[in-house]
């Protein structure tokens, strides 16, 4: 457990609903990532954050949204969901002593867009 | 891009030493890790390779040559638990955005 903490865990929502994923840790890191996981796709960056307010795209960041107003809490927010963004959804961080190759990942919130 | 490659499924037998390879066609990043991911479960990290060379970490060994663009990893003494998916990642320099592999299902069997 590297104090993350995402919510919901599993979340069911209809296209076109506006859905928010939470991600808080409790160690003040600055770096915090979304990652979505689909089968035959790994694990795609949807957008990170380098600080408070400091965001940036990553792969896949087309229909997200981020934000990040406290270091504690980085959000994502699909703003009309749709059926393609059924997926787990990781959120990640690096511990500011490591390489930026070494992240901790939360448990992940299981996401299905009807 | 950043593409990473690596053998979608490989099978072993327990005991035995399996290796599983990634490559890839990007120059400039910093190294490149490995994590290991159990069904259901979150990635977790398993080691870190920043200079050409093997690192070993108790049955997991992690090896990379920049020359030829290529990083294996190494898991000996396979166990049941130990079968996961496994992926490989790096990032480019002046970047902080972590780039995966699509992933290693590793099947261990009896």
């Known amino acids: 457990d590297a104090g993350i903490t995402q919510s919901p865990r599993h979340k069911v929502t209809e296209t076109g609903t506006p859905v928010t994923l939470r991600c808080h840790q409790t160690e003040n890191h600055r770096y915090m990532y979304w990652y979505r996981q689909d089968p035959g796709h790994g694990l795609r960056l949807i957008h990170y954050s380098y600080g408070v307010k400091d965001t940036d795209k990553g792969e896949v960041s087309d229909g997200y949204s981020v934000s990040r107003s406290k270091t504690e809490d980085f959000l994502l927010t699909l703003e009309s969901a749709t059926s393609s963004q059924t997926s787990v959804y990781f959120c990640a961080i690096r511990r500011g002593d490591s390489p930026q190759e070494k992240l901790f990942f939360g448990s992940g919130t299981q996401l299905s867009v009807l | 891009g950043q593409s990473l490659e690596q053998p979608s499924e490989v099978t072993a037998v327990e005991g035995a030493i399996v290796q599983i390879n990634c490559t890839y066609q990007?120059?400039?990043?910093?190294?490149l890790s490995w994590y290991q991911q159990h069904d259901g479960g979150a990635p977790t990290f398993l080691s870190y390779?920043?200079?050409?060379g093997l690192e070993e970490t108790g049955r997991f060994s992690s090896f990379l040559s920049r020359s030829d663009s290529y990083g294996y990893l190494l898991l000996q003494e396979l166990q049941m638990k130990d079968s996961a998916s496994y992926f490989c990642?790096?990032?480019?320099?002046?970047?902080?955005?972590?780039?995966f592999g699509s992933g290693t299902r590793l099947l261990v069997r009896p």
């Open positions: 390779n920043g200079l050409d």
């Open positions: 990642a790096h990032a480019l320099y002046s970047s902080y955005k972590l780039i």
């Open positions: 990007t120059s400039g990043f910093y190294g």
